[in-house]
């Protein structure tokens, strides 16, 4: 079965909580029924594929079809039955909101683990014809935040309908220096997958907002890569910047950093607001925020950093 809705509300099918509505919105479980209703359906476009809708920003309503899975596995469920059979790989991962599949797309990662790291292969149908096929881990050219389903000229058109994942990991990934605290605090020899994971969920959950309690769609900017040109200009007049040397020799600069040093921490346009634990992060701290209190937030920290740092930031949330 399939429903295809008309002309709807879906603020619900998003983690922002702001107002957002599509001309049409299709919904169903099983691959067939998508397929049926490829075949028998006139859908307005463009196309749209939400999963949890946790890195969306509604700026106006969405003139084609939302496509959206109802019953999706959620990526965090998927990290939680790994970690408790001991399988090494996901516990990083933990806690991150949405779908498996919105997080393959996103290549989403924390602490140090990406996507990249535990896929195999992906099968997606391409919504323009019902075509099905499998597309390995190198096929989805993953990057920072990115693979190749977020080209323009893929978006919205290939939809992935089931993952198979290869954990490959002997042991906890500790590249990063929480991770590194979390096992020395456990103690090596007791540190199981699911250990670990539970300490990185409390550590999340004490810097970043619970999508039930306060909407947002997570980290909103990129983290800043620069010339190393560009950092010597900047360690000049901030010696203290963190920073961290890439393997193509640009040098990643926390976004957070850089927003909290504008003095932008708690900062608030309309119901918008920098969330004061993480500033990474923006809220809808009234819960009745618009699109255009986010947008004026957004520009005013684009403003502001570029003018103290000359460095521009880039948004990571995606903008429809
Ligand atoms: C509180 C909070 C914390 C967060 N923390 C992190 C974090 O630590 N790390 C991180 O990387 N992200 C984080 N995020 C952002 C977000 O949760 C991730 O990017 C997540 O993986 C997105 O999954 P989703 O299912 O919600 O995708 P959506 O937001 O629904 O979609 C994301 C993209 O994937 C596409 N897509 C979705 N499903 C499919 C599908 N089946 N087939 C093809 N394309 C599809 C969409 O069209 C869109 O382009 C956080 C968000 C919140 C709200």
């Known amino acids: 079965m399939y429903k295809l809705h008309r002309n709807c509300d879906i603020t619900h099918l998003t983690t922002f909580g702001l107002p957002a509505r599509c001309a049409a919105l299709l919904e169903w479980t ?3 029924d998508l397929a049926d209703a490829l075949r028998l359906e006139r859908l307005p476009r463009p196309f749209l594929i939400i999963g949890g809708g946790s890195n969306l920003l509604f700026t106006r309503p969405f003139e084609g079809t939302v496509f959206h899975r109802l019953g999706q596995p959620e990526l965090d469920a998927v990290c939680e039955s790994y970690c408790r059979e001991g399988v090494w790989g996901f516990e990083n991962l933990s806690g991150i909101p949405g779908s498996i599949f919105g997080a393959a797309v996103q290549n989403a990662g924390a602490y140090g683990t990406e ?14 014809n019902g075509d099905r096929f499998t597309l390995s881990n190198r096929d989805m ?3 920072y935040r990115h693979s190749a389903l977020k080209n323009p000229e893929t978006a919205g058109r290939y939809l992935i309908t089931d993952i198979t994942f290869r954990p490959e990991a002997s042991g906890p990934a500790i590249t990063h220096k929480a991770v590194r605290q979390i096992i ?7 540190a199981t997958p699911m250990a670990v994971r539970e300490k990185i969920k409390a550590l999340r959950d004490s810097k970043l907002p619970q999508p039930a309690l306060t909407g947002s769609a997570g980290s909103f900017f990129r983290n800043p890569e620069i010339t190393a040109c ?12 963190p920073h961290f040397a890439q393997a193509d020799g640009r040098i990643k600069v926390p976004a957070a950093w850089l927003i909290d040093r504008a003095g932008l921490k708690g900062a608030a346009e309309g119901g918008a607001q920098v969330w004061p634990l993480q500033p990474l992060v923006i809220v809808n701290a009234t819960g009745s925020a618009t699109a255009a209190d986010v947008l004026a937030l957004e520009r005013r920290i684009c403003n502001e950093v570029t003018l103290k740092f000359n460095i521009n930031l880039i948004p990571e949330v995606q903008h429809i």
């Open 30 to 32: 099983d691959n067939g």
């Open 115 to 128: 996507m990249k790291d535990v896929v195999s292969e992906v099968k997606v149908t391409d919504l323009e």
């Open 141 to 143: 050219q993953f990057g």
């Open 184 to 190: 020395e605090s456990i103690g090596a020899e007791n």
């Open 230 to 241: 560009e950092f010597e200009a900047l360690s000049q007049k901030f010696p203290d910047a």
